[in-house]
């Protein structure tokens, strides 16, 4: 559990300056700051730095030390962040579907099921892509809308549950899948450990950093900078001499090297 002068500092990063309560509006503005303030990066694992998803460690590391993650370090302090203001709040292991050619990929991105004024909502501050803004009801076909995508759950007999998201002009894709088992903060370090260290991962060979703005979304892919406000989008070259300039004014963090 975080004191109450962590929440505040966590609050501080988060440019956040409401009042707490336990209101689905308070959930959903603490989402989309989190998603505009801390951004989802690799930048440890390209390095050979060994993650620790203790709570204590993913703090120090993103509020302290402003720095971002991915998702099984952002949705484990966002975790202990919700269960520290009183919330009911359980970690689910979800299958990552969209972009993906694998008909059923295996699970490897983290979760969150919150308990709101008698309903249950999927909250998630860990992707790179764009991705709900706002903690989504669970339930099936609801369509929910958070300014930049349509989004709605369908029930499998084999996945459980499966999210999809509709961008403008297109059609719904599947973008997770997951079921209601339980999971603790312990279960997720093996997969992590996998992404790390595996000749298969693509997160210890490609450099991945997003952050969202108010119209949109900057995104690093390796060398490619793709910055989209108000559904225009410009793609340009990143040179290594511009990447640490690039992350301080773009994604506000500091990395002092960067081997890859």
Avoid at 3 to 18: H, W
Avoid at 236 to 246: F, R, V
Wanted: hydrophobic residues 35%.
């Amino acid at each position: 559990m975080f004191s109450d002068i962590q929440i505040d500092a966590y609050f501080k990063r988060l440019n956040f300056k409401g009042q707490v309560c336990s209101s689905l509006e308070f959930l959903n503005e603490l989402q989309g700051l989190h998603y505009m303030y801390i951004p989802y990066e690799n930048l440890d694992i390209l390095n050979g730095l060994a993650l620790s998803l203790e709570a204590e460690s993913i703090y120090q590391k993103i509020i302290c030390n402003h720095r971002g993650g991915y998702c099984f370090e952002l949705n484990g302090l966002y975790f202990e962040l919700l269960t520290s203001l009183g919330f009911e709040v359980t970690n689910h292991y979800a299958r990552f579907m969209l972009n993906r050619t694998e008909l059923i990929p295996a699970r490897s991105h983290r979760i969150l099921k919150i308990r709101c004024n008698n309903c249950f909502y999927i909250v998630d501050v860990g992707v790179y892509s764009e991705s709900p803004r706002i903690a989504l009801e669970l339930g099936e076909n609801i369509v929910q809308y958070d300014g930049f995508a349509w989004y709605k759950f369908e029930k499998s007999a084999d996945l459980g549950w499966i999210l999809l998201q509709k961008r403008k002009n297109t059609e719904w894709k599947r973008f997770y899948s997951f079921t209601e088992g339980i999971y603790f903060p312990s279960d997720f370090k093996q997969c992590s450990f996998f992404y790390e260290t595996s000749s298969e991962s693509r997160f210890n060979k490609n450099l991945l950093a997003a952050i969202r703005t108010e119209n949109g979304h900057i995104a690093i892919k390796d060398t490619e900078l793709t910055i989209t406000e108000k559904e225009k989008t410009v793609i340009s070259t990143l040179h290594k001499e511009e990447l640490s300039k690039t992350l301080s004014e773009r994604f506000h963090i500091t990395f002092e090297q960067i081997t890859h």
